[in-house]
């Protein structure tokens, strides 16, 4: 044992789990060395969560970064000799058609993101796993490329702590809590440990159930919580005895009830001769702040390690019986089975990145076996490059808003997400029930009366609809039409889609409360944003537009879009609501590393904004505004911002509009904002939901989303949003910019996509929602471009003015041909799909569709 250091370049707490240990070899990998690395328990660890876990790995998830990280972990594993690619089968009772559902949504979820999982039936199902009861299931998920970490993840990371301090770049120390995080001057500085202080440059957090209580020396906290996983053994199990294997026989999830199953091989393997069924809980589920986990010696007794009384889970317990009758023939190992220990967060992702309050100090924390070496490339490719190959702001610790961090919403959310680790399936539109009414518009309580069907984003309530408007749907019976399907009707309303047609025959508002604003001021404010932004900020010209611009990575991909009001003396950044407190907390470290004199203030709930539009809206808006006249065109230009007065309130009011109709959105004073609603009601306006602004008019409009359309594996050009011309001024990313520009071609562009028949099986016309595979129908195979970027719809959504399901999606340069004909799945159906249009073309315009007044 090599003694006590007292500095180091890195300090990794938790090096004893899987997910330190990978970000201490990832580190290495990038030419990193002079790394310690500390853990309250053994290295590797015998009381985190690696320590118990059952280190199975799928990768079925409905997002690309999650399958991404557990396909590269398990080829991680496999390049080490430590995978079984045993394979592994997700099953659908008789008589649970919603789950069976899943699966085939899966598959399209899979096809997209390039994993192998296939529908079987239920004779193939039985072949592949004898102990099933054929009779049982009507179905199956097949994951040939799904299996067991062997022998243990927590041999791998014995294994990798081990390379790096045999390489010389790495020194471990076992038993040895993080006492007080050192830090000055708003940075990192060090660790105090019972050994002694090391003073570092970065600190890496990598303590997975007690991660929180490390976050908490630095004055901050994460959003996840562990909650109780039983895990039961049930044997001796002698099938395999003899072949030394660690698994014989595929993994089994009945996710329908809540659990899963496996042999644990030859017993003279590490679990020896067992089969292990786990259960995660769905109903009053165990949740355990890290405060009271207890310590090493106490671990049996702690809520980490709680005993396990099977009366805890007899009735799952005995449907799993039904399905796989064997669990009853052996007899339960009471001694061997307990509560273990797993991490769930807020909104299902873990928390990752550079700390809010502390430079150097960095997080990796709720993270499972199946993803630890791929989120471990993450962080160290973030901490080297400041950037990482896969868009990662699902991720980001950033993402989160200051009340999404108190204890008490973060035990609601948990304990919702919790109780839906496996079943039921959640609706890529499903809303949280904790949590809600945080935010409130000013004139919320007039939503209310007018029947608001809401929802939530950055803790706002978002109307998507109003009851007091259904009487449209009888006037728009003919394009409005009824989802039959209930998936695809699902927090979904009608009556939104018959709002946007009245919208653009008269005019409607839309609450924008949701913006997320920050104010940049100071003598460089000027100098920051012609850093961060790829348009032209600067210059007296554009004192007094708005400016939508784009921030770049070193790359010269995109990593935000937003729209800068330049004023004489700041710039107002208004964003969207789940980009908006990332992109806070860059900007601010941004300035901090250029050492530019700057203030940046998050100032989104001082203000509240409303948009007015449609064919009648300015004739609407001079109703209520002092002076009239200065609405006209010839004095209000498009992209103009301008100072005007209504109910005696002042208003700034930008004309600009994202649905594709004329107008303007209008920025008050929040405790203006109920004064300024009612007096544009008083003109007879409908109020429209955000569904219209947010989702279907967009799409009509092929207008990006940030986070969706818009995310780090595209550059400006592919997207179809760089300006004319490259400014003069430096900028983030410019060099890279300019090389994309220089292409003949892009590798990829960004396309609009219609359903030319959205028809099932059943005879039930099919709306989708989620995430499609974009397909060569000659082939069958999911689009891939030169980079290796697959295709598939990064947004999805009915557009009732074009009277067809619109995507986008970006496509390989060889397939971007107007009317290029293609395919997509929903629910593992192919549906045909044609390409109309190639980069930024709208499919909507008021001029051609119909007259206005």
């Not at 611009?549 to 729209?563: K, N, P, Y």
């Not at 009509?700 to 780090?712: C, G, M, V």
């Amino acid at each position: 044992m090599s003694s006590f250091p007292d500095r180091a370049k890195v300090v990794i707490v938790g090096l004893g789990g899987i997910v330190g240990a990978s970000v201490a070899h990832h580190l290495i990998e990038n030419g990193w060395d002079d790394i310690v690395g500390i853990d309250k328990s053994g290295i590797p660890t015998d009381i985190g969560s690696t320590a118990h876990a059952s280190d199975f790995c799928y990768a079925t998830s409905h997002d690309l970064l999650s399958c991404w990280t557990t396909m590269y972990s398990m080829d991680f594993y496999e390049k080490m000799g430590h995978y079984a690619r045993i394979g592994g089968l997700e099953v659908a009772r008789v008589g649970d058609d919603a789950r069976m559902e899943e699966l085939k949504r899966r598959v399209d979820s899979c096809r997209a993101f390039g994993t192998n999982v296939k529908i079987i039936s239920a004779a193939e199902a039985k072949e592949k796993f004898p102990l099933l009861e054929e009779d049982q299931i009507q179905g199956a998920l097949w994951d040939p490329d799904a299996g067991l970490v062997i022998p243990r993840s927590q041999t791998v990371a014995g294994k990798l702590v081990d390379q790096g301090v045999a390489a010389g770049k790495l020194k471990m120390f076992a038993n040895t809590p993080a006492l007080e995080l050192i830090h000055e001057n708003g940075r990192i500085t060090g660790v105090r440990t019972p050994r002694g202080t090391i003073m570092a440059d970065y600190v890496v957090v990598c303590a997975g159930l007690w991660g929180r209580l490390i976050a908490e020396l630095a004055g901050e906290d994460l959003p996840v919580m562990p909650v109780d996983h039983p895990l039961t053994f049930f044997g001796p199990y002698d099938e395999f005895a003899g072949t030394g294997l660690e698994i014989g026989r595929p993994l089994l999830r009945d996710q329908g009830n809540s659990a899963y199953l496996r042999d644990t091989g030859d017993p003279k393997t590490t679990e020896g001769g067992q089969i292990e069924w786990g259960y995660y809980y769905e109903k009053d589920v165990r949740m355990v702040h890290p405060r009271e986990l207890l310590e090493k010696d106490q671990a049996r007794l702690s809520p980490s390690q709680r005993d396990l009384e099977l009366d805890d889970v007899i009735e799952p317990l005995e449907r799993a019986i039904e399905l796989t009758p064997i669990l009853a023939e052996l007899g339960f190992n009471e001694s061997h089975s307990f509560n273990g220990l797993l991490q769930t967060t807020t909104d299902g992702g873990p928390s990752m990145g550079e700390s809010r309050k502390l430079r150097g100090l960095w997080y990796a924390v709720a993270i499972w076996v199946k993803d630890g070496p791929g989120m471990g490339k993450l962080i160290a490719d973030w901490m080297t490059k400041g950037r990482t190959d896969i868009d990662h702001n699902r991720i980001d610790y950033a993402r989160f808003s200051d009340f999404q961090l108190t204890e008490d919403f973060i035990w609601g959310r948990c304990e919702e997400t919790a109780a839906k680790i496996y079943n039921p399936p959640v609706h890529p539109r499903e809303p949280f029930a904790s949590g809600r009414g945080i935010r409130r518009s000013p004139f919320h309580e007039r939503e209310k009366e007018l029947g608001g069907y809401f929802m939530e984003l950055g803790g706002w309530e978002r109307a998507h609809g109003y009851a007091a408007n259904e009487h449209l749907l009888e006037k728009f019976a003919d394009q409005v039409p009824v989802r039959e399907n209930e998936w695809d009707n699902r927090h979904f309303w009608r009556v939104s889609n018959a709002e946007q047609l009245e919208m653009s025959e008269n005019c409607g508002i839309i609450n924008l409360s949701h913006f997320h604003m920050t104010d940049i001021a100071g003598p460089d404010h000027v100098e920051l944003m012609e850093w961060l932004c790829a348009a032209k900020i600067g210059g007296d010209a554009n004192i007094g537009k708005g400016i939508y611009t784009h921030m770049l990575d070193d790359e010269g991909m995109v990593r935000a879009d937003f729209t800068v009001f330049r004023m004489a003396d700041r710039c107002r950044l208004v964003n969207g609501a789940d980009a908006g407190p990332r992109d806070y907390q860059y900007m601010r470290r941004v300035a901090q590393d250029r050492g530019l004199d700057v203030t940046i203030t998050d100032v989104t709930e001082n203000y509240t904004t409303i948009g007015i539009w449609g064919p009648n809206a300015r004739e609407n808006l001079q109703k209520v505004v002092a002076d009239p006249a200065a609405l006209e065109v010839d004095n209000f230009p498009f992209a103009a911002i301008r100072q005007i007065e209504i109910a005696g309130k002042n208003v700034t009011a930008f004309r600009i509009s994202y649905v594709g109709e004329q107008g303007w959105e209008l920025h008050m004073a929040y405790e203006d904002g109920l004064a300024v609603w009612d007096a544009l009601r008083s003109t007879g306006v409908i109020a429209v939901g955000v569904e219209t602004y947010a989702n279907s008019r967009r799409l009509e409009k092929s207008l990006r989303l940030q986070n969706a359309d818009l995310i780090t594996q595209y550059n400006l050009y592919e997207a179809d949003l760089s300006r004319p011309k490259v400014k003069e001024a430096d900028f983030r990313g410019k060099a890279k910019h300019e090389e994309y520009r220089a292409r003949e071609h892009q590798p990829a562009m960004l396309c609009t996509l219609v359903m030319t028949e959205n028809t099932d099986e059943k005879g039930v016309a099919r709306y989708p929602v989620g995430t499609l595979p974009v397909m060569d129908p000659e082939t069958g195979e999911t689009l891939v471009d030169e980079l290796g970027r697959r295709s598939y719809t990064t947004s999805i959504a009915y557009g009732p003015s074009i009277g067809k399901n619109i995507a986008l999606a970006y496509l390989p340069w060889e397939y971007c041909q107007e009317g290029r004909k293609l395919q997509v799945t929903y629910f593992d159906e192919v549906y045909p799909v044609e390409v109309v249009g190639i980069g930024y073309k709208p499919l909507y315009d008021p001029q051609n569709l119909k007259p206005r007044s």
